[in-house]
């Protein structure tokens, strides 16, 4: 049973709050700060979320993204965009957008082909979570072989370059 997204009267607006932004070229990371939660968005998830501003249909989307492809074809596309982004929470107020159901997997295989060979790209995100200050570091235990101080950590490698890590 696939649910669509009502495509005259949805108008997702992107989150913003507690958002850090960093364009790496074809990519785009977003850093969720009090989620701590990175997600990283290729250009047309880029393209999706940055014109989420309340004020732009999905069909509206759709002809600004995806200007080449047909019309159902380009509203699908943002519509598996907006998707992906409400299930990482990186939309404001999604109780407007109903779920776009991704099981439908040989349309979208199609379509994504179908935009592949109209040189655009589906919109994929891959997110993170990122760990703690205390689960980030990584030393070597007291009593572990190691050349410098820095694998330690107690941050002393007693008898470098070939010493011990000690307190």
């Not at 989150?15 to 047309?44: I, M, P, Q, W």
């Not at 965009?81 to 990186?90: A, D, F, V």
Request: net charge positive; proline share 5%; hydrophobic share 40%.
């Amino acid at each position: 049973m696939a649910r669509r997204i009502e495509l005259d009267s949805a108008c997702p607006k992107a989150k913003t709050d507690d958002l850090l932004v960093e364009d790496f070229g074809k990519e785009v990371l977003l850093y969720d700060t009090r989620k701590d939660r990175a997600h990283s968005l290729n250009e047309s998830a880029y393209a999706i979320w940055k014109q989420c501003d309340g004020k732009h249909s999905i069909a509206d989307l759709a002809h600004d993204i995806y200007k080449t492809l047909p019309r159902s074809e380009a509203e699908t596309l943002i519509q598996l965009g907006l998707e992906r982004l409400r299930r990482r929470g990186l939309l404001e107020d999604a109780s407007g957008l109903k779920a776009f159901d991704l099981s439908r997997r040989q349309l979208l295989r199609k379509l994504v082909i179908g935009a592949a060979a109209a040189g655009l790209a589906a919109p994929t995100i891959a997110s993170m979570v990122a760990p703690t200050p205390a689960n980030a570091f990584s030393g070597l235990p007291n009593g572990t072989p190691c050349s410098s101080n820095s694998q330690c950590q107690s941050g002393f490698c007693a008898g470098a370059p070939m010493g011990m890590c000690a307190a």
